[in-house]
């Protein structure tokens, strides 16, 4: 990914920190999840035993870049894990004529194994990066 070309959401959420996102998931280490999710707007949702929910997602929407998550993994072999780790992993971009396609994966590990997750954003150019945040309600 091209660090010139952060995006105006990207900048700010640097600028402001990530305590919020640090705090959601060091209270979510070691913890049983019963599920993990895709929910339809692009958001990885953990659900836990104790019924707190840790939702993870790209929080770096500027203007006019197509953000998205997806995973080629089978979350379902997850439930009834212990949540272990969490890491953002860099990918090289995707060549695309009519823009830029900038990826990172999020891999979850669990005492059952490791599943990853790809971030997309696809932009012409001037909105790249990620802020993937952690929000445990």
């Known amino acids: 990914m091209n660090n010139d070309n952060l995006g105006f959401g990207v900048m700010l959420g640097i600028l402001g920190g990530n305590k919020e996102t640090v705090d959601a998931i060091k209270s979510s280490l070691n913890k049983k999840a019963k599920s993990y999710s895709l929910s339809e707007d692009d958001r990885l949702i953990i659900k ?12 770096g929407q500027s203007c006019c870049e197509y953000r998205y998550m997806r995973t080629d993994d089978d979350l379902t072999l997850y439930a009834d894990s212990i949540f272990t780790n969490i890491q953002l992993l860099d990918a090289p971009s995707i ?4 823009g830029a396609h900038d ?3 999020l891999k ?3 005492d059952k194994g490791s599943f990853r997750m790809s971030n997309h954003n696809e932009h012409n150019g001037y909105y790249g990066g990620f802020r993937i945040v952690a929000r445990l309600s």
């Open 48 to 59: 836990f035993e104790d019924g707190t929910i840790l939702t993870i997602f790209d929080d």
């Open 108 to 110: 979850i590990d669990t």
């Open 95 to 98: 060549e695309d004529e009519y």
């Open 103 to 105: 990826v990172q994966f």
